[in-house]
């Protein structure tokens, strides 16, 4: 076996695959720090008191963490790419770091058993990790816990702000968990957008009516910075196309960040060019027009490349030089120490069993469009091409689009909910699980959405140009041209209505499925049941 030496200088140099060297810690570890693949944070606090010497990184690259649901081709070669630059780093840093990669021939592909086998070969007195992102590996390190005859020392991740027993703190007593009072909570916790007299800048905590412009006549997108793969990332990208070609997606077009340097770029790209007028078109959607002015920084930050800090301060700085404007720096900071810190919380808090939960008891399968793109929808076809090319899609076409579909479609919620886990280049179960199963499809019985986010075609219309060129027609229930949005949208009132009729939010909309006619009712049911047959949806009721 090799051995890194501290100075990062391979004694015995080999290549496990292309240009990456086999890096290999021989026995003699007091303490082993295992990192997983979204824990990439060079500044992680038992990283930093690592010795040189005596200590060591494990890190691992297992097919079963691509395969447990599909992953796309682009989700998996950016999670791999940015480990080995990270391992990378730690070595030029003087650290010892045992790295088992993914074309190794004695690799099992399976996180549990790779575990074990670096443990027995390294010997460790402890072993270490950072409170991982998923109950999933969570119930493992229970298992090793048992298992091991080692300490195992469990850190907290001080890349977020708070940590879930603060946020149990915080929901303790509550009877609803609503995002505004903790997103509250957070800017006065931490000062951010707060002024001396307590109130927020602006007189506003909220910008969100000023900033639900559809593009139409909006300033030209600028493109976001390209990252051109590295010699490391091509040796990657050829090894998840040779070693696991069944894998859903396209690699061509990749040009993620992949290293800490590369995500700050990223970050000063973004705020630079698109944060101004983030704001006011966050919820826009254009054909042709994947990021418009979206920050694409949330892959860099859950595989914590970023700190959420660091992104804070960026966009308020850019507010306090009147680079930004505070509906856009309100509305990007909401996002970031807001919704993505609350929706941490609601997964831990929430307990494993979240994941089973189907309030509105929706069974249907996922149509098979969404590995393909091929459907006449034009906005499903526009959104699911887009997610096939990049692995991406903002967060209104995931939510309106893709989302609202799966919910009024009458789709299971963990079918749904497995595909953006595996489909989206910033997928983690913590951030994928609440989202969906939540936000999207209300199956937690509105712990995270006050309201199921369902739509017709006429939203799509209104904020896209998408119904521009579609076979269908928005604003059509039945019918030949009926929009496919529309007659599901209706057949969900009407199908849901006695649990919706408890949520006032809902009323408006209940009292105009009121007013319609018996015969119009049946002719929604019967053209979303044949829609439902024709996609493949089948049955909303019963077994999965
Ligand atoms: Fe989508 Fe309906 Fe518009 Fe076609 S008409 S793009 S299916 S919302």
């Excluded at 969570?138 to 001080?158: C, G």
């Excluded at 996922?366 to 459907?375: D, H, N, Q």
Aim: positive net charge.
């Amino acid at each position: 076996m090799s051995r890194i030496d501290p100075a990062g200088r391979a004694r015995r140099p080999s290549r496990a695959s292309g240009g990456f060297p086999r890096l290999r810690a021989c026995g003699g570890v007091r303490h082993l720090l295992f990192v997983l693949g979204d824990q990439l944070n060079a500044r992680a606090a038992p990283l930093r008191r690592l010795d040189a010497t005596g200590d060591a990184v494990l890190m691992l690259e297992v097919a079963g963490e691509s395969r447990h649901v599909p992953s796309h081709k682009q989700r998996t070669a950016l999670f791999l790419s940015a480990m080995r630059h990270f391992a990378l780093e730690l070595v030029r840093r003087g650290l010892r770091v045992h790295y088992v990669p993914l074309d190794d021939p004695s690799n099992t592909q399976s996180l549990d058993s790779e575990l074990r086998r670096a443990v027995d070969e390294l010997g460790p007195e402890q072993l270490h990790l950072v409170h991982p992102g998923e109950w999933r590996v969570m119930r493992l390190v229970e298992h090793w816990r048992r298992d091991l005859t080692i300490p195992i020392i469990l850190h907290d991740d001080d890349h977020f702000l708070l940590q879930p027993a603060e946020f149990a703190d915080w929901a303790a007593g509550r009877r609803r968990l609503v995002l505004e009072h903790f997103y509250r909570m957070m800017r006065r916790r931490h000062g951010i957008l707060i002024r001396d007299d307590g109130e927020p800048e602006g007189g506003r905590w909220n910008y969100d009516a000023d900033n639900r412009r559809p593009y139409r006549d909006g300033p030209p997108p600028a493109s976001p910075i390209r990252f051109e793969p590295d010699a490391v990332t091509r040796d990657i990208i050829h090894l998840v196309s040779e070693r696991l070609p069944d894998l859903p997606g396209r690699l061509d077009q990749f040009s993620w960040p992949v290293t800490r340097r590369a995500a700050l770029r990223a970050l000063r790209d973004f705020v630079t060019h698109r944060l101004p007028t983030f704001g006011p078109y966050q919820d826009a959607m254009v054909a042709g027009q994947p990021f418009l002015f979206h920050s694409l920084l949330s892959p860099a930050l859950n595989l914590k490349l970023l700190d959420p800090r660091e992104v804070i301060d960026a966009a308020l700085v850019a507010w306090r030089h009147g680079r930004a404007p505070l509906q856009s720096v309100e509305g990007f900071i909401r996002q970031v120490l807001g919704w993505r810190e609350f929706i941490r919380g609601v997964y831990w808090h929430a307990g494993p069993e979240y994941a089973a939960m189907n309030g509105l008891q929706q069974h249907g399968r996922l149509p098979e469009f969404y590995w393909t793109g091929r459907t006449d929808a034009r906005c499903l076809k526009l959104c699911l091409e887009q997610v096939l090319d990049h692995g991406y899609g903002h967060h209104i076409q995931r939510l309106m689009v893709t989302g609202n579909f799966a919910l009024i479609a009458g789709v299971h919620p963990r079918h749904i909910s497995d595909w953006y886990l595996g489909m989206y280049v910033d997928a983690v179960d913590w951030v994928t699980l609440p989202n969906t199963l939540g936000m999207v499809m209300h199956a937690d019985g509105g712990l995270v959405g006050t309201k199921p986010y369902a739509a017709g075609g006429r939203y799509i219309d209104k904020m896209s140009d998408y119904c521009r060129g579609c076979l269908f027609d928005p604003t059509q229930r039945t019918g030949p041209r009926a929009c496919p949005f529309t007659t599901f949208y209706w057949d969900f009132l009407e199908r849901n209505q006695r649990r919706l009729a408890r949520n006032p939010r809902m009323s408006v909309v209940l009292q105009s499925l009121r007013r319609m006619r018996e015969a119009e009712i049946d002719a929604i049911r019967a053209a979303a049941r044949a829609t439902r047959a024709r996609m493949g949806i089948g049955p909303i009721e019963g077994g999965s």
